[in-house]
């Protein structure tokens, strides 16, 4: 489709740029800046800056000082510990940043999030809802700081499902099936249609 096509010119765009010193115009070195952020400081390889940049062609029009470094930042702080106030990424210990970059790379989409209206709400809804020992069990991503943050770089997604629209509905709905919280990393993935048939499923093997 032209959409797909305009997206893989955009990605080969900004791969290419990254590599490239800045250039006159004002919106080819906006590009650039964005493209090198991408690269150079959340440390993406080209090939896999190109796919996210082909998957979230809009990261290219969002800021670096007030969106992607602030909410890049923001993640690495609330789910994987240390200081949200940070002059680069490359400052974040270089396994923390590793585990950062391959959330962006698993959800693009979390780059035009705003920290307050999405990251912030629907990760303080996690917490909540889980109890003491589903908040101590971090399962596979012993770097998480707690079990929320571990289903959330398990399933990068759960940060862009509406808060009330999906995310808290099925919370609800797992609490009363009497499963752990955890299963929501995987059971907030699938349509609504087949929710209640994987639910139904998960309680079988329990």
């Known amino acids: 489709s032209s959409a797909t096509a305009e ?18 115009s004002t919106a080819s070195a906006k590009v650039h800046q964005r493209a ?6 959340l440390g993406l390889s ?27 930042a923001w993640l690495a702080s609330e789910l994987l510990g240390g200081s949200e106030k940070v002059a680069s990424l490359q ?7 590793d585990a950062l970059r391959n959330l962006v790379d698993a959800y693009p989409t979390v780059l035009g999030l705003s920290v307050e209206k999405n990251l912030k709400p629907k ?13 101590r069990d971090r ?26 629209g999906r995310l808290r509905p099925r919370l609800r709905r797992i609490r009363q099936a009497g499963l752990p919280l955890a299963d929501i990393a995987t059971l907030a993935q699938c349509p609504e249609a087949q929710f209640e048939k994987r639910l139904q499923g998960r309680l079988a093997r329990a």
């Open 139 to 164: 399962g596979k991503h012993p770097l998480a700081r707690d079990g929320a943050a571990a289903a959330v770089l398990q399933c990068p997604a759960l940060l862009g499902y509406s808060l009330d």
């Open 123 to 135: 990760l303080h809804a996690l917490r909540t809802e889980l109890k003491p020992s589903e908040l």
């Open 7 to 24: 997206g893989q010119r955009i990605g080969q765009r900004a791969s290419a740029m990254a590599t490239l010193p800045p250039v006159a």
């Open 91 to 97: 400052e974040i210990d270089a396994d923390k940043l």
């Open 46 to 72: 080209p090939e896999r800056a190109a796919a996210v940049v082909y998957r979230r062609p809009q990261c290219l029009g969002l800021s670096v000082e007030k969106n992607l470094r602030p909410a890049c």
């Open 36 to 41: 090198t952020f991408l690269s150079k400081e």
